[in-house]
């Protein structure tokens, strides 16, 4: 049984960083693309980032280059979100999600985790 299991998110004040994590179980993940997604209240889920099973490829939105950073563990099974300069735009559920293998933009998600409330208050 695959399982996503999401950590790190919480309260922090704007221009603050987290460190969010996502480990994987049930199967190996590392020749697959894995991303991570928000979704905020009201609105629908959206594309953040993702990285290539090799970890040399990774793809951001707009609104998080060169705030945010994506990186995996193969060894562990584990994506990680390194999110710094956080503003309140940010505040959302994070999701971890598994792509496929060759999907760097991640239109197919496979599996989900429960998601990680990020909070940041202004």
């Known amino acids: 049984q695959v399982q996503l299991v999401e950590s790190g998110g919480g309260l922090v004040q704007a221009g603050g960083s987290l460190r969010l994590s996502c480990a994987a179980s049930g199967r190996t993940f590392s020749g697959i693309v894995m991303g991570w997604f928000r979704q905020a209240p009201g609105r629908d889920r959206e594309f953040v980032a993702t990285i290539s099973g090799s970890g040399s490829i990774t793809r951001y939105t707009d609104s998080v280059k060169g705030r945010f950073t994506i990186s995996r563990d193969n060894a562990k099974n584990t994506v990680y979100l390194q999110m710094n300069n956080l503003k309140s735009e940010d505040t959302a559920v994070y999701y971890c999600?598994?792509?496929?293998?060759?999907?760097?933009?991640?239109?197919?998600?496979?599996?989900w985790g429960q998601g990680t409330q990020v909070t940041v208050s202004s």
């Open positions: 999600a598994v792509c496929t293998v060759v999907d760097i933009d991640c239109k197919i998600r496979t599996y």
